[in-house]
Every structure is written in C-alpha cells, then in structure tokens.
Nanobody
Framework: QVQLMESGGAFMQAGGSLRLSCIAT????????MGWYRQAPGKQRELVAT???????NYGDSMWGRFTISRDNAKNAVYLQMDSLKPEDTAVYYC???????????????WGQGTQVTVSV
C-alpha cells in the first residue's frame, strides 16, 4: 500500500522559511518522479516543484529562487525548503509520487493528504 505522509505545515509570517517533509512508503523515491503541489482556497491545484528519479528538478513559475526540492534516498523522503515566504504562498501543500513505468499508459499518481501552510503579512 502506498502512503505519502506530509508534515511541516505551519502558520508563518511573511519573509520566513519553512521546510515540508514527505515520507513515502510503498514506492521508491529513487525510481519515481516526486513532487509538491499546492491548492489555495478557490483555486486550482498548481505545481510547486518536482524531482525526477535521476535528480532533475523543475519549479512552478513563482517558486524559482525561493523554493528548493530535495530528496533523501536513505529515508525515502522528499523535502520542500521554502524561503522568503509570501502571503500568496498560503495553501494546502500536497506530496505526489509517480513511479517510473515503461509506458505512460501505466503511470499512476499517488497523493498525500496535504499539510496547511499559512503566511501572514
């Protein structure tokens, strides 16, 4: 059974830093594309950052230079370091895992339950 357990959400002031954690069980983060997504009230879920199995990273447009995704293979975990937080970063942050497959036809996404990040002015 696949489980992605996020933690680290908090109430923060603008300009602060926060690190989110995602512990994976049932999938291997070194053979999966792992990612962070967020959803603010009344808005669609959006990409925050992804890290491919071979280590390449990608970020949403407003996250470049402020957020950093990383991976700890030994702990089977993925992290999101968020710096220079802004009120518009307020959202529920979700961890996603997609194990590598030979064909996209067999790809499947697994999601965590989410962790709330609130940033005040």
């Amino acid at each position: 059974q696949v489980q992605l357990m996020e933690s680290g959400g908090a109430f923060m002031q603008a300009g602060g830093s926060l690190r989110l954690s995602c512990i994976a069980t049932g999938i291997d983060v070194t053979t999966s594309t792992m990612g962070w997504y967020r959803q603010a009230p009344g808005k669609q879920r959006e990409l925050v950052a992804t890290i491919a199995s071979y280590g390449a990273t990608n970020y949403g447009d407003s996250m470049w230079g402020r957020f950093t995704i990383s991976r700890d293979n030994a702990k089977n975990a993925v992290y999101l370091q968020m710096d220079s937080l802004k009120p518009e970063d307020t959202a529920v942050y979700y961890c996603k895992g997609r194990p590598n497959t030979l064909s996209d036809k067999y790809a499947r996404d697994y999601w965590g339950q989410g962790t709330q990040v609130t940033v005040s002015v």
